[in-house]
Structures are given as C-alpha cells and as structure tokens.
C-alpha cells in the first residue's frame, strides 16, 4: 500500500539553508508535493514535481527527485523566520482510485 | 478567485447535538475533499465527491454524512459525535480527480470540539 515518511522534526539557523527529507512507496505516483501548514492554517501547496522529473527550482526552493530510491527533497535557501510551519510531502497516487496521500509532516524552526 | 471558504471556522457541540459544516468554492473544480487532522497528524482522507457524486468514502462513520448540493458547495453534517470527533476538518478542491488529481486548494478549517 502507499505510505510517505518524513522525520518529524528540523531545526536551522535563519538564514542557513533548510533540507526535509520524504520516502514514498507506490512506484506509480504521477505527481509529488509539498505543501506547508502553519499554526491554525489549512496547507498551503508550495511546489510539486512530475515524476519523470528529477529537479525542479522555485525561488528559494528546491525540489529533487530520485525515483529509484522513491526519495523526495525540500531545500529551502536562506531559512527565514516565516519559513518556521510543518512541511507535508504527499504523493498522489497513480491508481485509478486516486488519494493523495500526506506523510506525517516535518515541523521546521527556526534559531536567530 | 483561489480560495475555499470554510464556516465556521469554530464549533463546539455536544454529543446530541446536529451541525454543519459548510465548505464553497468558485475556481469551477468539479472534485471537492473532506480531511480530518488530528493534533500534530497529517490530514486524513474522508470523502472525495467528483462531479458532484460521492467518489471515496473511507469507511467514514455514518455520524458523519458529506453532502454536494452544487459544484461549488460541499457539506458535512454532523450527528451523535464523540469526543474523540475533535479535530480540524479541512475542506479540499482540485480541478479533476483522477489518476493525475494535481493541486489541492485547501481552506483554513472548521475547528470542532464535542463535549
């Protein structure tokens, strides 16, 4: 069955760069996301990646794909205070019942 | 226009209690979602209406019954909750669902706590 794993927590330095970690499982995915959510917020889609990709750039962020090892990345440059939320990666699931399925989200903070 | 709009965004309700809530957009996405987030979990799927026909229930109790009058609206009534019924729901659109379902716009959520 599907399933997307995260770790749960990352802290960095304002200013340093931010990288958060997902493994999927189900080969089909079509296509992988990053959404963030913030205090009391509903999630917000910040980048997605087709999988017959293996970068893809956005201003401040990064997104690599290596679909081999079925890992996705989020690198955040230059970590602002307002970066500070928790980051879900989700695939959607190419099956024809389709879900889109969360892992269980990477709470970033951020140190002055 | 991007958005969803959920109301309300707070309920609290006793266990006898019959609410609902009440979740619209105007983007024309013809696949709208019912999420459930517990504290610290990630959203979990409830209901997906395409076209306005129920699509995925996932083994959702039946204290909880979605409804989608038109395209843009989307209901979720709520009957006889229990406590452990607390969450945040999350009302989701995207402009299909399918094999290729891209972005979801989510709302900011209805907050319900069930005394």
């Known amino acids: 069955g599907e399933d997307v794993e995260q770790s749960l927590f990352l802290s960095v330095r304002e200013g340093d760069s931010s990288v958060i970690n997902c493994t999927y499982t189900?080969?089909?995915?079509?296509?992988l996301y990053w959404y963030k959510q913030e205090p009391g917020a509903g999630l917000q889609l910040l980048t997605y990646?087709?999988?017959?990709?293996d970068m893809k750039q956005d201003q401040r962020l990064t997104v690599l794909l290596n679909k081999k090892d079925k890992h996705l990345s989020l690198r955040i440059a230059d970590t602002q205070t307002g970066d500070s939320a928790i980051y879900f990666c989700?695939?959607?699931?190419?099956?024809?019942?389709?879900?889109?399925?969360f892992g269980s989200g990477t709470r970033l903070s951020i140190r002055p | 226009d991007t958005e969803v709009t959920q109301t309300p965004k707070h309920l609290v309700m006793g266990m006898t209690n019959k609410k609902s809530l009440k979740c619209e957009q105007h983007?024309?996405?013809?696949?709208m979602y019912w999420y459930k987030q517990k504290a610290k979990k990630p959203p979990e799927l409830m209901f997906v209406?395409?076209?306005?026909?129920?699509?995925i229930n996932e083994s959702v109790p039946s204290r909880f019954s979605p409804e989608c009058p038109n395209s843009s609206l989307l209901n979720l009534h709520l009957h006889a909750l229990q406590p452990e019924d607390s969450a945040l729901y999350l009302c989701?659109?995207?402009?299909?669902?399918?094999?290729?379902?891209?972005?979801?716009?989510f709302g900011e959520g209805s907050r319900l706590t069930v005394l």
């Open positions: 990646i087709f999988s017959n990709m």
């Open positions: 989700a695939e959607s699931s190419g099956s024809s019942a389709s879900k889109i399925i």
């Open positions: 189900d080969s089909s995915s079509t296509y």
């Open positions: 989701a659109s995207s402009q299909v669902w399918g094999p290729n379902t891209g972005e979801l716009f």
């Open positions: 983007m024309g996405h013809r696949a």
């Open positions: 209406y395409s076209y306005e026909k129920l699509s």
